[in-house]
Every structure is written in structure tokens, then in C-alpha cells.
């Protein structure tokens, strides 16, 4: 038990589904984010494969302790050869983007399998304006904030690659169908 929270563990044997570990372990952490990125298209509907979870975390000191405590409760570690407790840290998350250029710090599972795990760290659409606008997603008792699809297609447009603009139509249909609550 890390500072007086249930610890969570990750299973090699995929007796538990990742996802919902982490949207769990997440919740019970009290961890602010929000779902962007292919899992929040699959989300709110659309097919789209993905090999990762991308978040948005909230990036005050509390927020971040909880979030790094949740993803080591998990096994996770980084993909980058960094300690995992510096992104506890604010100032040296925004200290790595400007000086390795690091878009996202990306974690993994030590053991097991399960997808990388890459926070976001000076997305083009902040936390603040990403949590205003949540769309809640319920899989079971797990809820799970998700990018609206107006922020999404924000954060697609400032991707610019094939596969964005490819998922900016894809939501650009969710809008047109009226399913973009």
C-alpha cells in the first residue's frame, strides 16, 4: 500500500483486463485525466486500432503523485531511460519536452503484457479545457473520462498525420449522426 491507497497489481496472465486495471487503479488513485488519442475514438464509437492509451493528466505535484503511484501499483514503468519518480515532478515534465522534445512520457508493463501508456505533456488542447468538456464512459462500475469529440478532432487537427485525418471524418460522421453526446 502506497501512501494509505489499495494497491493494484497486474496479472502476466491476463486473468484482468488492462484497460479496466488502469481505469481502475486510476479512479482509485483519484487520478484527474482524461482518455484521448485511439482508445477515446473507440470510445465513443468509432473502429480504430490502437496499440496504446494515450492520456491527459492533470499537471500539479498532487495529481501527478497519485497518477505515478497508480501506474507503479500496476507495474508500469517507463519507456524512457528516466526514474519514474522525476515525472512526479511538474516543472520536470515541462523540462523534458523542451529539452528531449518529449511529447508524451510513455510507461509500460514490467511484466505481462498490455499496451504502452503515454501521458501527454503539453497537448494543443489544455487539461483544463479537455476536462470541462468530458464525456463520461461507463464499461461495468469503471467510468472513464473521455475527450468529447469537439476536443478530439482539436487534438487531431494539431497531429496532422494520415491516420488523424482519417479519424477527424470518422468523428466528423459521429457529429453528423447527432452521437457526439
Not at 465513443?44 to 507503479?72: Q, S, Y
Not at 510507461?107 to 463520461?136: K, M
Amino acid at each position: 500500500m502506497l501512501a494509505g491507497r489499495p494497491e493494484i497489481r497486474a496479472t502476466g496472465d491476463n486473468a484482468r483486463m488492462f484497460y479496466l486495471d488502469l481505469f481502475d487503479a486510476l479512479a482509485r488513485y483519484d487520478v484527474r485525466y482524461v482518455v484521448v488519442g485511439g482508445l477515446a475514438l473507440n470510445l465513443h464509437g468509432v473502429e480504430r486500432a490502437t496499440m496504446d492509451v494515450d492520456l491527459v493528466v492533470a499537471l500539479d505535484a498532487p495529481n501527478l503523485e497519485a497518477a505515478i503511484d497508480a501506474f507503479e501499483s500496476l507495474g508500469l514503468s517507463p519507456v524512457a531511460p528516466v526514474n519514474i519518480g522525476e515525472a512526479r515532478d511538474p516543472e520536470t515534465l515541462r523540462r523534458w519536452r523542451r529539452e528531449r522534445n518529449m511529447i508524451a512520457f510513455g510507461l509500460r508493463p514490467t511484466r505481462g503484457v498490455g499496451p504502452t501508456v503515454d501521458c501527454l505533456i503539453d497537448p494543443p488542447v489544455s487539461f483544463a479545457s479537455l476536462a470541462q468538456n468530458t464525456v463520461t464512459k461507463s464499461i461495468g462500475n469503471v467510468r472513464i473520462p473521455v475527450a468529447s469529440i469537439d476536443d478530439l478532432i482539436a487534438l487531431k487537427r494539431a497531429a496532422g498525420r494520415a491516420i488523424d485525418l482519417a479519424d477527424i471524418e470518422a468523428l466528423g460522421r459521429l457529429k453528423q449522426l447527432g452521437l457526439d453526446r
